[in-house]
């Protein structure tokens, strides 16, 4: 079956430090693949993006390639913020209207 | 912009006792989708929703039941909660064309004691 693996938290980074989030998949077919974000107390909101192999997805300063290879979606950031700290969701969908997620990492960043 | 409110925000009952919980879009998105979280688990389906009175299963839907009746409103019913029912619940609503792009609601906290 489909499914999201990602690192165990917490990631706890140095404002300015680069961040790195790994996840890889298992997937039948040819999945989407998303990263969400939810901040404390909130639900959880999309962040980037990418629907086919060696597609890159974008936003906020964050980023994630699409790695067909190595059934990947690493999340990266050159840069994290104290406002960056949250919980953040690898998932995927293989377009049967259902979205499955990963157990999520959660980031600290000290000031 | 899409908005959803679930009610109640939080609620706390007895094992044993019947709980609904309501979500209500104001737009015509035809998908809604009701997920728990829990630690360790990230979120999981429990039921989804493609249009009134159409509904199936997801990965944990024992002990759940959903009614939509109206476009607007996706129910989620836990006819008799148990304290494995302790959970965050959002609901969701799909928002575009691609299946994956979900906007979700501010969470219900249900406690079950």
């Known amino acids: 079956g489909n499914s999201v693996t990602q690192m165990e938290g917490p990631v706890t980074l140095s404002e300015e430090a680069f961040l790195t989030i790994n996840c890889t998949y298992t997937?039948?077919?040819?999945?989407?693949l998303f990263w969400y974000v939810q901040y404390p107390g909130e639900g959880l909101q999309l962040l980037l993006k990418?629907?086919?192999?060696?597609d890159k997805g974008s936003n906020k300063g964050f980023e994630a390639t699409y790695r067909k290879e190595t059934t990947s979606f690493h999340l990266e950031k050159g840069s994290v913020q104290v406002s960056d700290s949250a919980v953040y969701f690898c998932?995927?969908?293989?377009?049967?209207?259902?979205?499955?997620f990963g157990t999520g990492t959660r980031l600290l960043v000290s000031p | 912009d899409a908005g959803i409110t679930q009610s109640p925000r939080h609620k706390v009952t007895e094992t044993g006792t019947p709980v609904t919980l309501r979500c209500h879009q104001t737009?015509?998105?035809?998908?809604m989708y009701w997920y728990r979280q829990d630690p360790g688990h990230g979120l999981r389906l429990i039921h989804y929703?493609?249009?009134?009175?159409?509904?199936d299963k997801g990965e944990v839907s024992d002990g759940y039941s959903v009614s939509r009746s109206k476009t607007e409103d996706f129910l989620l019913t836990l006819e008799s909660a148990t304290s494995s029912q302790t959970s965050v619940y959002f609901c969701?609503?799909?928002?575009?064309?691609?299946?994956?792009?979900?906007?979700f609601g501010e969470g219900s906290r249900l406690t079950v004691l």
């Open positions: 998932a995927l969908s293989t377009g049967f209207q259902k979205l499955v």
């Open positions: 737009e015509n998105h035809r998908y």
């Open positions: 969701a609503i799909k928002t575009s064309g691609d299946t994956g792009e979900l906007f």
């Open positions: 929703s493609y249009g009134v009175k159409d509904t």
């Open positions: 990418a629907t086919k192999a060696d």
């Open positions: 997937a039948t077919g040819y999945p989407s």
